[in-house]
């Protein structure tokens, strides 16, 4: 299983994932339904 480190790394990281989630679905609500990207889509930083 899991050492308490990696434990709380991969905790970390899924929140992470959930507040850029969070923030993109904000910005999706602002900019719908315009044609403009959502200032928190940034080119080649999906890959992580």
């Known amino acids: ?21 969070h923030e993109l679905d904000e910005e999706l609500e602002d900019t719908f339904p315009a044609s403009d990207p959502p200032s928190t889509t940034r080119p080649g930083e999906h890959d992580k």
Do not use: I
């Not at 970390?12 to 994932?17: A, F, I, Q």
């Open 1 to 21: 299983m899991f050492g308490d480190k990696e434990k709380a790394k991969s905790q970390e990281s899924e929140r992470e994932k959930r507040e850029q989630d």
